[in-house]
């Protein structure tokens, strides 16, 4: 589908969601009712995804250096009784901020290099770096970036990368095995800041007297899958948790904290082992804490490490904690089931006073003989409002579709959603899920700009992430999201 970002991919989204329903279609014709044992084949590559520097970098940046390499890290996961196959995944995180649109191109670009597998079975999922090289470019950003490296130039090297390591994952799968546990560390924060009026602002000001309290819960789980060859020898690992990719900063391209966390893990379990980060709901906490710095800051100095590297530290802890506890129960005969679906979801409505601030702001900039690049990226997201507004109007933006995908592997949930959903929704799906263990990943399978998902209180409170300008879909599109991710599981752990 094409990316929100642009007309066409507005139109094509409102032909999608005419209906107004919310619509649950089962992409997969049938699965089993009841997940049963069987063997598991696993495959693992990983891809150097960094362009040459200087480049485009996400938001209105360009990286001068590089600080480390971005990388795509791919699984793939077969299940087979005999020689029938029973189910597949491929999983792929990327060390991109977000991926509007990239995934239908790149299963298209697959389409001819991957036969045998089923491409709607593909997940891409980014960590939200924000030192990452930018992958597409808003239509209303006309900004020549020089000699530094385009976002049109940029995704066909990302696909051909990307490409190979999911061919290499895919053609070197093999019998293996698979374990799970959970893990905590402290690496997430609540970032919104809320004052005594009860507005609220993203990274607010916690030093000033009308400062009354941190809005949301923080969850410092950190949910680990390791998967082993024939031999029991460790060839990859799945690290999630409810924390952004955004420790580090500055004109550089950057991995960020996932750079280190696989650093120290190569230093451990071996140069080869292919680390895969995810994210789960996480659209206001951050990496930065919002106060006790100056405490915080004196003991990364004690410890010879910048923030990066402090939050890398306290993950490989905690999967150093982990690993050796479920190489105790290491599984060869799991079910692996996998669902993909396309869901209608409730869109957050534009209201007359936020179409005419909007609007206003958009006639305002388009008068103005020249502009900014801020500027004309600020005028994006005004226009994105002034064109949901039209389209309601006609009755178009009523539902936003999503790609959602549900995994059983052994005891674990596995779910993905394309937002910057709000930690409280995933503490809703998780408390709800009749798995074992639930694994949640934001910022995946988008098939166009998701933006935030914010809570009841949040859109109360206003501030950044909580308003219309990056909310496709509200808190009643949310709910409908934790209904039917939560069923979905259900099927899947049926008793």
Request: net charge negative; aromatic share 8%.
């Amino acid at each position: 589908m094409t990316s929100i970002h642009s007309l066409d991919g507005l139109a094509v989204l409102y032909r999608l969601a005419s209906s107004g329903a919310v619509v649950l279609t089962l992409i997969l014709a049938s699965f089993p009712s009841i997940a049963t044992p069987a063997e598991l084949w696993i495959g693992a590559a990983t891809a150097d995804i960094t362009p040459e520097a200087p480049a485009a970098q996400e938001g209105v940046n360009v990286a001068t250096a590089i600080r480390d390499r971005c990388l795509a890290s791919v699984l793939a996961l077969e299940s087979r009784d005999g020689d029938r196959v029973l189910d597949q995944a491929v999983l792929v995180s990327c060390d991109l901020c977000i991926l509007p649109g990239v995934q239908e191109g790149f299963r298209q670009y697959l389409a001819a290099r991957q036969p045998g597998f089923d491409l709607r079975k593909l997940s891409l999922a980014a960590t939200h770096t924000h030192t990452s090289p930018m992958v597409l470019k808003s239509p209303y950003n006309d900004k020549d970036y020089g000699d530094a490296v385009q976002p049109k130039d940029y995704l066909p090297f990302l696909f051909q990368r990307m490409g190979d390591a999911v061919t290499q994952a895919w053609k070197s799968r093999a019998a293996g095995a698979v374990a799970w546990g959970l893990g905590h560390a402290v690496t997430g924060h609540n970032r919104r800041v809320v004052y005594r009026d009860g507005t609220a602002r993203m990274h607010g000001n916690t030093n000033d007297p009308n400062f009354s309290h941190i809005e949301g819960y923080e969850d410092h789980a950190v949910d680990i899958l390791c998967f082993y060859d024939d031999q029991r020898r460790l060839k990859a690992t799945a690290i999630t948790m409810a924390c952004t990719a955004q420790a580090a900063g500055g004109p550089v391209i950057s991995a960020d904290f996932w750079h280190d966390v696989r650093q120290l893990l190569h230093q451990r379990y071996g140069p080869s082992l292919c680390v895969l980060g995810f994210v789960a709901p996480a659209g206001d906490q951050t990496p930065r804490v919002q106060f006790r710095k100056e405490a915080e800051a004196r003991m990364e100095r004690l410890r010879g490490l910048d923030r990066a590297q402090e939050i890398a530290r306290r993950v490989v802890a905690a999967f150093d904690d982990v690993a050796p506890l479920i190489a105790k129960d290491i599984r060869s005969d799991v079910p692996l089931v996998h669902l993909v679906r396309q869901v209608d979801l409730p869109a957050r409505i534009v209201t007359p006073a936020e179409y005419e601030a909007a609007k206003k702001i958009c006639d305002e900039m388009d008068a103005k003989e020249t502009r900014g690049h801020r500027e004309w990226y600020w005028r994006g997201y005004q226009g994105l409002i002034v064109e949901r507004h039209l389209a309601q109007q006609k009755g178009e933006w009523k539902t936003f579709p999503i790609e959602m995908h549900v995994l059983r592997l052994g005891d674990v949930a596995m779910a993905t959603n394309p937002f910057e959903l709000f930690l409280d929704y995933g503490i809703q799906i998780m408390a709800r899920s009749p798995a074992p263990q639930t694994i949640l990943i934001e910022l995946a399978s988008p098939a166009g700009y998701a933006g935030y998902v914010p809570t009841p209180r949040a859109v109360q409170a206003g501030g950044y992430s909580a308003e219309v300008l990056v909310n496709m879909i509200g808190p009643d599109g949310a709910q409908v999201l934790v209904d039917r991710t939560v069923e979905a599981i259900g099927e899947l752990f049926k008793k």
